[in-house]
Structures are given as structure tokens and as C-alpha cells.
């Protein structure tokens, strides 16, 4: 593994866009070494977000209720953006990689990987949350492992919808969540802006999915990643809960798999549309305004160069 | 939209007080970028805020509590802040404009594009809610859209006061909640004072409208802002609540949209009177005291040039 | 009030122990700046916390719970450091000052314009609270004013202990409380071990409040301050609630006002004692070690000009 | 205690691995320095956490419920951290002890001190706690001190297994449960990825432990820590609770002394394995790399200088 140690900087290239051919060996090592990171921070930012929601339903409401579930995804993620920031960007989430890749910000080569490594990462944390919780479980259903009814443990794992939800409501429900977590995930890494502080990226990154889970949570467990759900929910179907995962809520699987790409890209969309488009680039900030107000624009160029190298 | 590029810096140059003379096509321009980032930034802010609502209230306490609706205001508010920061300021509050104005940090021509995008925003993120949490609302009060009564739903989208308040009552309460954001909205950023840590000032802003929730909300749901309370009550008036939104809790509507705007120039004002008039001038400081002794006012200089381009 | 404007850096001079002689205008200017300040602070504070104190007892749990308080009182005070930190240090409570005054930190002459401030900054908090409370605690008790039983409202004001607590417990409780709130606002403080962030002080200040809320206070609600109890507990006296405030809990009332600077100055004293004075002086420093290993004391240093102006 | 002050220097050398010779005075002291904080900050994080759990039991309900447990220790361990961050790195677990000495973070001489000194501070929180809630324990329990039934209080000091729990799943509960918070401590620690903000560490670390209390909590109470857990055992054995603290549980009692070095140790050691040795070295970086891409490595060169000295 000691060969891998050259490739660092690359990864920091092709975040930022820039291109630098290299050895093809590097390439692949570049691709374990993301690939490694990514499956890790979706192994933990799931493993406490999993946790989270098996200690509140087989603790019927002694260890934690609704916000605690929030609370465990919420911090998760911020561990995650820890695990992985650096090196593979901390996406955990194939709806966040297909938005970077659709506006150039991850190259479409990486997203197969980005994806494997996610569904590799989710499905390692289901099987070991239902491990850890093997008794619990047991315990709470009397060994019954059922999708429906009160004593109902499948949604320790996939989101299921609320029972007046329609595939259309919870269609729509899928889609405006991922647009508000993408235009906000925007925002917070928007250097021209106002950013998340240096250092600070994980717990803005987790406050934002604390609020929502408070917000945009009860249709339909805010899934709002692809990749976070199928994996747990194939995990279950195999581990003995059945078919049941596919067919409950009127065959609702596919519907966290398919709305979140599409919202993702219309909430950062709107995004750039109405706001960062209308950025003063640098070069024209560099060139006519700075000689009319030079020390306004100082404080700008300074934090262009502190935050450089912070994607969220 | 390419042309708005340009006008960057005056958004800038106004919220500091500088005049500077530009042809009259910029200031259009910058008239429509900034209103587009006020109007996203609330949008945002209250579909967060609104949401947590909805869920709260259809949930019936299966999806969150009270804590919940604060903590989604609350961090609704922080990721406003970080979408409108640098461009619009983020006020997403008529009242907050109208002080900021009051004491010169914003012209007043600039106050009705903000109160427009405010209201826009807000009306928008109302209808959105409302479709999001359609089948939710239609589930909980059995198709049925009321103002009072046990199965209650606008309250979702405006505020309405408690059974004991009198308008008297209210009127003080929205006087002095606003007061209270606003005096502490004026310290957060005073950068002669211990202001809010530099890209930290979202989530101080956000832990403000969290306190001011917990503190100061039960009597009639803490407002505090006209734009904020009017466009959704408008929606719900049109949207099939009726005329009970204007006439219900003796005719409140009114109370959210006069008594702010006075509180915040009252908080805002009590805290310059108090604390803000009595800091050294920058002029004093140079000249006199920094021969006396220099290292000390050191620190100061340099918080002064780190924090110059934050405003919250 | 022009005239104060001269004396700012008097305050930051004595706060740091350095006593510069300056005519005697000024330091009766400096008085009142600094009173101004500690008032405001305590106001907000208290304001703030009695708010959510009566937000939880006249809902009856609609509007928040135990927690909410503990929010509210260390949020508040996170509010009054953003508002008093630079000016006054923000003390807020008789027993921080006492403690300052005991270890050096303060002019033993201004403690009484401390307590003074915070007495007064705490009787108007009160008031107001009532005010803005008035209909909900009329409606909540029926009118009917009392200290003891179900539908008692002197505890929005002042603090009473529990039914089994005895004055010696109390007393103990109070002494250990103010001890741990001291012990840790020193260590927050200490720009030789691992302080609160520069800027961040306001919000450690408020998680630390927070904390001794949830660990130290069903015993007897964590008054852990002086002027945060008598000055609320008289005002109830006058207001309505009578002379029972002082006899309640077997005479508590002193209890609060003798235990908090007793267990203060024990607190920051232990931290001395274990801590602080085993940290290398900084003339030790710049003489001796750093000749040995010269870049490891570098970063101490650097923080050291950093946080210098820093006083929580 | 005056002479303890020269051996500064050398905590922060055998932190960072480096070897230097030095009277054998200075050792003994520096032992002794760095004892004294250890203890002091364990003291501290364990009578928040007690306390916290003290209150929620006592109470009943009203003065907090299990987040507020999850609240005490969280920040419990992040004042800890404020207070022995810079002199001891504030472990406060001997698994993190462990697992540091393993990894060649701490010399394998001085973790005999470190167990040492958390026992001691965990031993005295304890007694603190008790003493400070004796009347609300007594009152609660009618005197009646018991491991187990309705009015148990042998769980406000250790730790205790759920009903359905057997020793092997209670086991490998521990394991895990250490093994994320080890695999995190190193992801918030490692500079060279996206470690938590310089000053914010205690914080960072608080809310990784609020969010291990929240996900992997609900089996055996989260001991992940052997000096945490059978220091107050000890104490509740001599202080009236009797044999049964250890037999209870099937004899659980020497679990979380086994369990979570293990799991600690094997966190660790995933972290690294996936992440941490695929960093680029310094000295490659320096001469390698930087000569394609100077300006790209500048920000991590320069985060490194800030960060050099911080070790959580």
C-alpha cells in the first residue's frame, strides 16, 4: 500500500478541475485510495445514523425519540465529512457525486466509483448495526422481523413512507428535500459567498441534515440518498425480513434511488442560477473594481486564498 | 444575466454607508441580484421553518416537539444567512431592514426590493410547504382547512396568539421580541465588541432566533418579523383557509406587521445608547490613546481588518 | 455622553492588571461605561432565562421542558458575553466578580459597581418578564400569586429547592455548582492550555452553563449567582408574591447570595492549584527552553498574541 | 510545587514522539504535572456525567430524560478537554490510553500515571456526586440503595447491561462502540485530512460522544471506557450498594475494562489502515510534489504550522 502515497495531490486536482496527466498506475492507486475513504465515512456516517434509529425503536421511546434520529444522521454525517474530507470529498451519498459530476466539479469516470463505494460502505454498516442490535431486535419483536405493523424493525434500516403517502407526494417529497439539501450544500462552499468557517465544514454539513430531518423528515424518513437506502434495504431482504423491503408502501424502493439525483441537480441549479452566477469573476474583480475600491475587495481575496482547499 | 457580473462591489460599498456614483444600469442590476439572493435566502429560510411546523403538527408528536419548530427556525435562519450573506445581507425580515435602514446601514431605496423579495420568498416557500405536506395536511384534519379548533392547520403557515393574550398583550410581546433580536443582532456584529466568531456568525445568528423561541414564544409564536407572518397568511387566505386568518385571535394579523419594525429600532437603539456610542473612535484611537499604549490596541486593529467584510 | 468615549482602553487595561494613572473624569466615566455594559448584559441574560422559565411553567410543557430552561439560561449567556465581553467581561453574576476580584483579575474597587449593575440589569429583567408574562401567568395561576404548591409562579423568578433538600445540602450543592462554573471558566480562559476559540468564547461560556443545568441542577436550579436570585426574588416580593419568597424552602433566600463566591473562589482555585500554576512562565520560556527546542514553544506564542485581549 | 514549572516542554516532546534526555527530576515531576491535570480533568467529565445521570434517575423525568445523559457526558469530556488538553492530551479513558501507547503516541511508562490518575479523578466524582445528591438519592430510593428493580440507583454511577443482553453481545458492544469512537478521535486528530477546527477540538470530541450515547447507547449504557466504569463500581461496593454491583449483569463488571482497549486498538489501527497511511509524507511532499504544484500544497504546509501542537 506504500505506493499509493504519491497520488495525494491528485485528488486535490481533480476536485478543483484542473487537469494533470499522470502515470496510469497513479490513476488506479488514486482510485483505491478514494474509493477507501469514501466506503469508510459512509461506513460510520451510517453505522451512527442506523444505531440512531434501532436505539429509538427497540427502546420504545426510553433512549431517545424523533430528534434523536435526526441528531444521529445529522452527526453521522459531520464524523463522515471528518473521515473523508479530504481525500474523497465525504460525499456518502450517490445524489451529492451525480450533482458534482453533472456540473463538473467531480469527473463522470469517478462516479462509479464514488457509488460502489457507498453502496460497499452503507451495506458493511447495516450488517454491522444489525449485529450490534442482534438481541435488541430480537428482544423488541419476538424474533418476528417484519416490513408493517407495530412491532415493525424494517425501517431500522431503509425509510418507508407514511401511510397516506402517495408514490407521487413521496416522489415529490424525495426530490424537494435533495434540492434543499444540494442548494444549501452550495452555499456552504461557496467561497465567494458566505462559506462554512475553516475547520467548521462538518458540523455546517450536519446541521444542515439535522434540520432536514426536523423539517422534511415525516413523509418519508428524508432518504434523500440513494446509496444510503437501497444497500440496508437489499441488506434486510437477504437477513431474513423478505420481499417485503420491495413491495411495502406500494413498491416504494425505487423512489429514493431515482428522485434525489434529479433534485439534487435542481436544487444546485438554482443555486448557481440565482446566485453565484452573478459572482463577479475574479480576473474582472482583479482588473476594474480593485482599482476604484482597493481595499474592499482585500478581505475577499484573503479568504479566497484561506479557504482554497475546503470542499465540503 | 451575464451583466450583472460588474456590479458586485456596490452591494458591498452600501451596506458599509460608502456612496459611490455608478451608471444607472449597474444599480438596476445589482437591484435584481440582490432581491434574487434576499427572496432564495428566505425561501429557504422559512421553507426550513415552516416545515418543521407542518411536521410537528400532522406528526401529532410522533415527529418532533416544540424544540423542533425553534431548531428549524433557528437553523433555517443560519442556512438563510449563509445563501444571502455576502450579497443581500440576508435581513429575510422587514423589520431587521427597516432598523437597518433607521440607522443607516442600508439605504432606504433599497428597502422596498428587500421587503418585496421577502415577501416573495416567504409566499413561495408557503405554497411550496403546502404542496410538500399536502397529503400530511389533508390526512391530519380530514380534508378540512381550519383556523381554530383541535384540528388547526394554519397555524402551519402564520402565527396566531394564545387564548389569554390580549392585542395590548400581543403588541408588547412583538415590540419587544423584535427588540431583543435586534439589540442582539447589533452586538453579534459590533467588531469593537466581542462579535460573532468570523464564519461563525450563521449559526450565532441561528442560536439568537433558537433563544428568542425558547424564551419569548409561547404567547403568540414569536414573529418578529412582518414579511415573515403576512405572505403566509395571504396564501392560506387564498389557498382555502378563508377569511378566518384575518379575523381570528381578535383580528392579529395586523400586530406582526407594525410592532417589529418598532421593537427593532427600539433593541437596536438601546444597544448603541448603551454600549455602541461609547466605544473610541478609530480616528481617537490612532491619534491619541495608541502613543500611550501601542501593543494594546494592537488586537483591536487587527479584528478590525479580519471581521471588516462581516456583516450579518 | 460623548465624553466616555476617551476612557476605552482604561477598561482593557485594568482587566489585564496594568494600572495606568489617567485623570480622575476618566475613571468616573469608565464607571459607568462599564456599568452600562455589565447592566445590559445581565438584562439580556436574565431576560432571556426567566423568559424560558415562564415559557415551560405557564405551557405547562407545550411550550418547552426542562431542557428549554437550561437552553435558555445558557444561550442567554452567551447573548450577554456578546454584549458585555469587551466592555465589562461580561460577568453577569456576583460571584464571578468576587472571584475576579479575589484572584487579581479586578479592582476590588469595582466590585460594588459590578454587583450594582447586575443587581439592577437582573430587577429589570425581572419586571419585564412579568410584563411581557403578565396575561399568561394571570391565566396560568388564576391571579392567584404563590410560592408553594401546583400552581405556584415564584420559581419563574427566583430559585427554591427541592422538598427533600436540606439547607446544608444546599449549601453544599451551591458551593459545588459555583465551584465547577469557575474551575471551567478559568480553563476556558487559560491562553497557556487549550482555551475556548478566539471568538468562540461566547458559546463555550453558554455550553458550560448548559452543562451545569443538566448535571448539578434539580437539586435546587442552579442559581450558582447572587444577583441572578435576590434581585428577581425582591421584586416578586414587591410585585405581588409577598414575603413568602424569603421564607419558602426553610429561609433559602440566603443561600444563594453566601454559597456562590465561597464555592467560586474554591473552584478557580483549584484549578490553579492543579493547573494553572504548573505552566512555565513565559520569561522561563523565552530564556531557557527555547534554546533547546525553539519551534515547539513557537506556536504557544503565536496564540498567546493572538488571545491576548481575550477575556471571557 | 514552584519547580515543576521547567519540565513544560517535555509533555508536548513525548507527545510528539520526540526523545530528550533530562535530569531525572524533571521526569518525576512532569509525571506528577501531568497526573495532577489528568485526574482533574477526568474529575470533571465524570461529575457532569454522574450528575447528569443522577438528576435524570432522582427525578423522574423532570429534570431531563436519556439526551440529557447523553448531554452531560459530551460535554462533560469537552471541558475536560479545555482543562487537560495541553498538559495531559486529556484522555480520560485508559482505552484511549491504551491505544495511544500502542500506536506509539504515548510512552508505554506513562500509562501506568495515566490509568492512575483517571481512577483517582473517576473515584472522587463518584464520592462528589454522591455526596452532592445524597438527600435527592435517599429521598428517591427511601434509603433503600439497590442494583436492580424499579428504583435501582446503582446505574447513576456504572454501567449495567440491558435485560436482553448476553456477555458476548454486551462484549462485542463494547468493542464496537470504542472502536468508532478511537477511529473518529484519530479522523478529528489527523491534520493531514480534515481535522476539527483549531480551538474547537473539545467540542468536536463532546459531540462524538453525544453521538455514540445517541447510536450505540441503549445496550449497556456506553461505558467505552474501563476507568470511567470501575472506579464508581468500586465506590457504590463500599458505599452501601454492596456485592451486587458486580454480580449483576451475569457478572458484567469486567466488560468495559476488556472490551474497549480492544476495540480502541482495532478503530485506531482502521483509520489508519484506510486512510491515514495513504497520506502523502512530508518529506515526499516537500520534494516531490510541490515542485509540479506549489501553490496547492501551500494550505496544507500552512495547516499544518497552525495545527502542529494541537492534540486532542
Given at each position: ?41 459512509t461506513?460510520?456516517?451510517m ?44 460525499h456518502m451519498n450517490a445524489a451529492v457525486s451525480f450533482t ?11 462516479f462509479?466509483?464514488y457509488v460502489f463505494?457507498q453502496l460497499?460502505?452503507s451495506f ?34 431503509a425509510t ?14 424525495q426530490v424537494?428535500g435533495t434540492?434543499?439539501l ?40 428524508y432518504a434523500i440518498n440513494p446509496t444510503r437506502d437501497i444497500a440496508p434495504r437489499v ?17 416504494w424502493w425505487w423512489v429514493p434511488l431515482v428522485a434525489p439525483p434529479i433534485g439534487g ?48
Amino acid at each position: 500500500m506504500k505506493d499509493f502515497v504519491e497520488s495525494v495531490e491528485l485528488g486535490v486536482s481533480q476536485r478543483e478541475g484542473v487537469n494533470i496527466t499522470q502515470p496510469k498506475v497513479w490513476i488506479k492507486n488514486e482510485l483505491v485510495r478514494v474509493g477507501l475513504a469514501e466506503s469508510l465515512c459512509t461506513y460510520v456516517m451510517m453505522v451512527f445514523g442506523l444505531g440512531s434509529v434501532a436505539q429509538v425503536v427497540t427502546g420504545e421511546g426510553a433512549f431517545g425519540q424523533y430528534l434523536s434520529i435526526n441528531l444521529g444522521f445529522a452527526l453521522g454525517v459531520a464524523m463522515g465529512v471528518h473521515i473523508g474530507g479530504k481525500i474523497s470529498g465525504a460525499h456518502m451519498n450517490a445524489a451529492v457525486s451525480f450533482t458534482m459530476c453533472t456540473f463538473g466539479r467531480l469527473a463522470w469516470k469517478m462516479f462509479p466509483v464514488y457509488v460502489f463505494s457507498q453502496l460497499l460502505g452503507s451495506f458493511l454498516a447495516a450488517g454491522t448495526i444489525y449485529a450490534v442490535y442482534y438481541e435488541a431486535i430480537h428482544d423488541y419483536c419476538g424474533g418476528n422481523l417484519t416490513v408493517t405493523g407495530v412491532k415493525a424493525t424494517a425501517g431500522i434500516f431503509a425509510t418507508y413512507p407514511a401511510p397516506y403517502l402517495s408514490l407521487l407526494g413521496g416522489f415529490i417529497d424525495q426530490v424537494f428535500g435533495t434540492a434543499m439539501l444540494l442548494l444549501c450544500l452550495m452555499a456552504l462552499s461557496d467561497q465567494k459567498n458566505k462559506p462554512a468557517a475553516v475547520g467548521g465544514e462538518p458540523v455546517a454539513v450536519g446541521l444542515l441534515v439535522l434540520l432536514i430531518g426536523i423539517s422534511l423528515g415525516s413523509n418519508s424518513g428524508y432518504a434523500i440518498n440513494p446509496t444510503r437506502d437501497i444497500a440496508p434495504r437489499v441488506f434486510t431482504a437477504i437477513a431474513g425480513w423478505g420481499a417485503d423491503v420491495f413491495r411495502s408502501g406500494n413498491g416504494w424502493w425505487w423512489v429514493p434511488l431515482v428522485a434525489p439525483p434529479i433534485g439534487g441537480v435542481l436544487g444546485a441549479g438554482l443555486y448557481k442560477a440565482l446566485v453565484e452566477m452573478h459572482h463577479q469573476p475574479l480576473s474582472e474583480q482583479g482588473r476594474g473594481v480593485m482599482q476604484e475600491s482597493e481595499e474592499e475587495s482585500t478581505p475577499l481575496e484573503k479568504q479566497k486564498t484561506i479557504c482554497a482547499d475546503v470542499c465540503v
